[in-house]
């Protein structure tokens, strides 16, 4: 999609992938040139069958519908304010913080990158949309950091060399909803020093987000650091983003606790790690 978007038609991507696998028989050779044909010849079986257009992630029937589309449009428009202050006025009127979350940022953000994808917005009004939407997540803080704290302690980052934060933001910011101590370490966090926080923090829950299948390794790099340390032994890992919706048993595979599809399932599943491990 992305790349038909931008004038690169499926047969030219088709003989691109055709000459790779060329390349990589005669340059490399071995078993790594014949785990790299498979996947070469599996992308090429299966190209034919992808779309060429992908749908709107803004729904008539969605729940928050109306102002999700609202507050995307004000963004497109550059105007961060009209967003704020419609998302703060439907906070004042009762719209709960979790549903503004769910059901406008998310979606809205979802949105986003999809019009990027069909090349119907650049860069930098994709990298403009995230941070008024950073922002405006701040400003709903007063909200957020008000609950009692009377739930265990979450620790939640993005891996070393992933940059997309807002995610995992998001997840922290629901614990602290939930009445959990967070400790939201951002983006591209060294593996060693998220453990050390870990073990600083008491953590009972890490969070780790990756957004893209080649952050893994490095997902896999700092689950077995807590495996390994003895002070970490109680640690429950939870694991989320775009690789383990494609692949739902994929954090079995990098030896987590658990994976959440949203900020609410991931508040659900701790819950029930900590109580299975009480109840052993």
């Not at 519908?65 to 419609?86: N, P, V």
């Not at 983006?187 to 009972?204: C, F, I, L």
């Not at 340390?229 to 990098?254: E, M």
Request: hydrophobic share 45%.
């Amino acid at each position: 999609v992305m790349l038909g978007t931008r004038g690169i038609a499926p047969e030219d991507l088709a003989r691109h992938l055709e000459f790779t696998r060329l390349v990589v028989r005669d340059e490399i050779g071995g078993d790594a040139a014949a785990l790299a044909e498979e996947y070469l010849s599996a992308s090429l079986a299966h190209l034919p069958t992808l779309p060429s257009e992908l749908p709107s992630h803004l729904t008539a029937d969605a729940p928050q519908a109306e102002l999700a589309r609202k507050y995307l449009d004000a963004l497109l428009d550059g105007d961060r304010h009209s967003a704020s202050q419609m998302v703060l006025d439907a906070v004042g009127a009762g719209t709960p913080v979790k549903d503004i979350y769910l059901h406008v940022f998310q979606p809205s953000q979802y949105e986003v990158g999809r019009l990027w994808q069909v090349n119907a917005i650049s860069v930098a009004q994709e990298h403009y949309c995230t941070a008024a939407t950073q922002l405006i997540m701040s400003q709903l803080y007063p909200h957020i950091f008000a609950s009692e704290k009377r739930a265990g302690t979450l620790v939640a980052t993005c891996v070393s060399g992933d940059l997309h934060e807002i995610g995992v933001r998001m997840v922290a910011d629901f614990f602290e909803l939930d009445g959990w101590n967070t400790f939201y370490l951002g983006a591209n966090m060294p593996a060693q020093s998220v453990v050390d926080t870990v073990v600083q923090r008491g953590a009972q829950v890490l969070g780790i987000s990756a957004t893209i299948s080649s952050h893994l390794r490095a997902v896999r790099d700092v689950i077995e650091r807590i495996h390994a340390h003895p002070d970490c032994q109680h640690v429950k890992i939870l694991v989320g983003g775009y690789p383990f919706l494609v692949d739902p048993d994929l954090w079995r595979k990098v030896a987590a606790d658990g994976c959440a599809r949203n900020a609410q399932e991931a508040i659900t599943v701790a819950h029930e790690l900590i109580a299975r491990d009480q109840r052993a």
